[in-house]
């Protein structure tokens, strides 16, 4: 919920804090379930799979950029990868250019 609104509903402000993704949750294990599909993932019957979404009519670039950080940071398994290098399969950052852009008409 917005500040202002949430100040007009008598609600507490709140804070955000910004954590590094890296020294709270990364790298983490696999579950079960994401090892098996990394096991059954296979060219012929792929579980995984890119998605490209195209938008038409003008977007406030600002605005969509500044959500889409958001999501990256809140939601940091978005933008990770899977390291298989190890015994047990995990979770590392995927890197700053996962928060890249392709705005196409540039």
């Known amino acids: 919920m917005p500040e202002d609104a949430a100040r007009q509903l008598g609600q507490p402000r709140t804070r955000r804090i ?3 993704v890296n020294s709270v949750l990364l790298p983490l ?3 079960p379930f994401e090892r098996y599909y990394l096991a059954d993932d296979c060219p012929e ?3 995984a799979f890119p998605i490209e979404l195209l938008f038409s009519g003008r977007m406030d670039r600002d605005t969509f950029l500044a959500a889409f950080t958001d ?3 809140r939601h940091p398994l978005v933008s990770a ?3 298989e290098s190890t015994r047990v399969p995990q979770w590392i950052a ?3 250019n996962q928060r890249a852009v392709d705005w196409a008409d540039e």
Request: aromatic fraction near 6%; avoid cysteine; glycine fraction near 12%.
């Open 94 to 96: 995927g890197g700053v």
């Open 71 to 73: 999501t990256l940071d």
């Open 18 to 20: 910004h954590l590094p």
């Open 45 to 47: 019957y792929p579980t």
């Open 29 to 31: 294990p696999l579950t």
């Open 81 to 83: 990868l899977v390291d």
